[in-house]
């Protein structure tokens, strides 16, 4: 296995703080990295020496095979989730998916425009991870973001809002698809070019870290830093998993690898595609999981976050997971191979979820009915919010450029350009 | 949080007191401009007391008595230094990323001594990777910090461009203003002695069209703690640019506590016949040939425009209105550089004020080469000074 070659990595000396050092084999096998949580240790695909060849086959290595079978072995043991929150979990994929899709029809009615990135088929990475987090906890994202933001909280019709370009949007309209915010549910955004966010993620961890170790409060709060496999390949993804683990810095790194950079795939454009092998490199736990079967990604989403919160430092979790529809809705996703879409289609997370939660008798059909009832509702209410909010006014176009307007600087008759009248009106000259 | 901000205008005494030696500058009076009020909400209260108003007790005569002087005397770095540690002791979320920054000082020696005082994690240390190290500081002011990113040499901030574009300046924007970004970027930049093409960069022309964020460039001891103060203390993202060769500048600076505006620029000299716009280097090859041209008979006003985005319209129209001639020398390339920009803003203004073009005295379009001799005729020289000020003057 490649953890032993790994084993006699040296850990870089720790800043300051009083923790053991931890030899890198330890915690790479599964057992140990799962800590307490008793499992069978099946439930994660692990590293076996794959060929080369094999690499090379157009699916990669099914890991979650074994889901369903998994599931009956486990009849007898506890199950993995309680009512209440199976029922979150699939109110939040639910909601997921009909945004989306709702997203989609909007743009083809030229509700929205430019370029718009959807989510579906990879709703259980989302939720898996973002479900298990505080509200103090920070997430930061990529041009796919509309979920992301959905499951951190925001609320549908602010996200519809804002993607309708509209004054009431998450950011006034002045953002749009790709750049979802918000400071109150602590969502990073939102970011146009890949691996632009993973260093705004590894700063908000280091801000925990300084409030731990600088001003001595009881932080904990931990960061999920979201971006896909193209992203791998990408200068700012290796430089952010030194710096994270050489200062044990509590981020998780989310791979979602769906298998496509736009028309790229990642076994053409990847030297070695098993994106999960990276961290060791860093001295961090790489794991890779199954992302169409949110239990199995909830499980290690729940070990990699509370060893962030413990101070242990980060894990990257690479996420096996396939997008339903194209990069955009301007991609005509001429390139992937039928058969492909067809093999993950049968593995539709939402799907699987609600077929765990009805074997296991945890809800009835009924109950999940009236959830997805309820969304659609919420995300017609949220068209409608949306239809009917102000578009933004010219007085907007100057505002937030900068935090202190006096940034745009002095006139020439003394004074300070923001406080031309014309300022407001967004027609002053600056 | 207190947010003091003053103006402060540095005159020199007369003309015949000269002490303009390459690299001292003495004692001089300090009067302080007119102090502008705005009526734009501006975070905190005044503190009362603690700081005052005027930054020095007036002193008209004799600045020659070394022992009852006032204030006291540090090279450039130490006083960017000082700037850093008074910001640093009065707000603890203020903090500092760089390479070798920590444990080595600073390779300007900025920061010199600072990780022992604070800490490894206040002055971190950071491995070669600008861009990422840059973003890590966006993402720490998103979240409560106020970072300061030091550039070992500024030229190396290319590497971060993505976040400093992106991030740094627009982010406040798309996020709708939810979030503020209050970081620092600073380092040293500029043609030194030799140092090669690649470190010899002047990025302020690259940045200046960047949306969201200010430029100030600082050129003495004085005002290089004044603009670092208000740099941190400041909501904005500020790019505070450094010059490699005036690190060991000495001056006595006050020791009350005092900062400076980030937005207006400083009178150097006063004067009656052209306006010459400077900033950092450049202004000490202008005010060595201003001693050239007083003796030859001019009287060249003297402006360091201090702040390069946004322009200080107010100060530089003012001069404009009186000498009608303009004059802008700089060390940014011709193409695209601060002084084309300068350029067009004056025209754009001023232009019914104008007796003659503007003349905008740029180094070569060329990467600085390593010969002594063809790195002096890439940069602006005084001699050339002298004869464009002659020039504009005959028109």
């Known amino acids: 296995m490649a953890c032993s070659a790994t084993a006699k990595i040296l850990q870089p000396l720790s800043i300051r703080s009083a923790e053991k050092s931890e030899s890198c084999g330890k915690m790479l096998s599964p057992s140990s990295f799962l800590g307490s949580t008793p499992l069978p240790k099946k439930l994660f695909s692990v590293n076996k020496t794959i060929s080369p060849l094999a690499r090379r086959s157009a699916t990669i290595v099914a890991v979650s095979s074994d889901v369903v079978k998994e599931k009956k072995l486990k009849s007898t043991q506890n199950l993995l989730i309680t009512k209440e929150e199976g029922l979150v979990l699939y109110e939040d994929m639910y909601l997921g998916r009909a945004f989306e899709d709702m997203c989609a029809q909007m743009y083809y009615r030229g509700k929205m425009f430019g370029f718009v990135h959807l989510y579906n088929g990879q709703e259980a990475v989302s939720t898996g991870f973002i479900k298990l987090l505080k509200k103090e906890d920070c997430v930061v994202s990529t041009y796919r973001d509309h979920v992301h933001a959905l499951s951190k909280g925001v609320p549908a019709r602010q996200v519809m809002s804002e993607l309708f370009g509209k004054t009431t949007g998450c950011c006034r309209g002045q953002g749009g698809s790709m750049h979802m915010f918000s400071k109150e549910h602590n969502v990073l955004g939102g970011f146009a070019f890949i691996g632009e966010g993973i260093p705004v993620a590894t700063g908000a961890a280091f801000t925990s870290k300084y409030k731990r170790e600088v001003f001595k409060e009881d932080c904990d709060e931990v960061t999920l830093a979201f971006f896909g496999d193209g992203t791998c390949n990408n200068g700012q993804f290796f430089e952010c998993l030194n710096m994270a683990a050489l200062w044990k810095l509590p981020i998780v790194f989310v791979v979602e690898n769906n298998l496509w950079a736009i028309g790229m795939s990642h076994l053409r454009s990847t030297s070695d595609p098993q994106i999960w092998k990276k961290g060791p490199a860093f001295g961090m736990p790489g794991v890779h999981v199954d992302g169409m079967d949110v239990l199995k990604v909830r499980e290690v989403a729940k070990e990699a976050v509370s060893r962030a919160r413990r101070g242990e430092g980060p894990t990257l979790v690479e996420c096996e997971t396939y997008r339903f529809r194209g990069h955009s809705l301007a991609d005509p996703d001429e390139l992937r191979d039928p058969a492909e879409k067809a093999h993950y289609a049968t593995r539709d997370p939402i799907t699987a979820l609600k077929k765990y939660v009805i074997e296991n008798k945890l809800a009835s059909e009924a109950e999940l009915k009236a959830i997805e009832k309820k969304i659609d509702e919420e995300i017609e209410e949220a068209v409608e919010f949306a239809d009917e909010s102000p578009v933004p006014e010219r007085s907007q176009l100057l505002e937030n450029v900068f935090a202190d307007p006096k940034g745009f600087g002095i006139g020439p008759d003394g004074k300070y350009r923001c406080e031309d009248p014309k300022f407001t009106q967004g027609t002053a000259q600056v | ?395």
Not at chain 2, 23 to 40: A, D, G, K, Q
Not at chain 2, 76 to 105: I, K, S
Not at chain 2, 115 to 141: H, Q, W
Request: aromatic share 6%.
């Open chain 2, 1 to 395: 949080m207190a947010a003091m901000l003053q103006s402060l205008g540095v005159t020199s005494a007369s003309v015949t007191s000269n002490k303009f030696t390459a690299f001292s500058i003495n004692s001089l009076p300090v009067i302080r401009s007119e102090s502008r009020t705005v009526s734009v909400a501006i975070n905190g209260t005044r503190k009362a007391g603690k700081v005052t108003t005027k930054a020095v007790a007036a002193q008209a005569e004799n600045p020659t008595s070394a022992a009852s002087k006032p204030g006291h005397e540090l090279l450039l770095f130490e006083a960017l230094r000082e700037g850093l540690e008074e910001e640093m002791d009065r707000d603890p979320r203020v903090c500092v990323f760089g390479e070798d920054v920590g444990h080595y000082g600073g390779s300007y020696k900025v920061t010199k001594g600072l990780a022992d005082k604070y800490g490894d994690l206040r002055v971190l240390d950071t491995p070669i990777a600008e861009n990422s190290f840059t973003g890590m500081a966006v993402g720490a002011a998103m979240t409560g910090l106020r970072p300061i990113v030091e550039g070992m040499n500024m030229g190396f901030l290319l590497l971060a461009f993505n976040q400093i574009s992106d991030n740094c300046g627009m982010l406040h924007y798309t996020s709708g203003g939810q979030f503020t970004i209050p970081t620092v970027i600073r380092g040293p930049g500029g043609v030194g002695r030799q140092l090669g093409a690649e470190h010899s960069q002047r990025l302020e022309s690259y940045f200046q069209s960047i949306p969201g964020i200010q430029m100030v460039a600082c050129s003495t001891p004085y005002n290089a703690k004044g603009l670092m103060k208000a740099a941190i203390r400041s909501e904005n993202p500020v790019v505070l640019f450094e010059h490699v060769l005036l690190y060991n500048l000495k001056e006595r600076i006050p020791d009350e506590e005092y900062v400076l505006s980030l937005e207006e620029a400083e009178m150097v000299r006063p004067g009656e016949h052209v306006t010459i716009l400077t900033y950092s280097r450049m202004r000490y090859h202008v005010m060595q040939a201003a001693k050239t041209l007083v003796n030859k008979g001019y009287d060249p006003e003297v402006i360091d425009i201090r702040s390069l985005k946004p322009f200080d319209l107010y100060t530089i129209g003012n001069s404009v209105k009186k000498t009608h001639r303009v004059l802008i020398v700089e060390e940014c390339m011709r193409t695209g550089g601060i002084g084309a920009s300068l350029t067009a803003s004056i025209n754009e203004n001023f232009h019914d004020y104008l007796d003659a073009p503007i003349v905008c005295l740029s180094s070569q379009d060329v990467p600085t080469p390593y010969a002594g001799t063809l790195e002096e005729w890439t940069v602006v020289q005084p001699a050339q000074i002298v004869t464009a000020v002659e020039q504009l003057c005959k028109q």
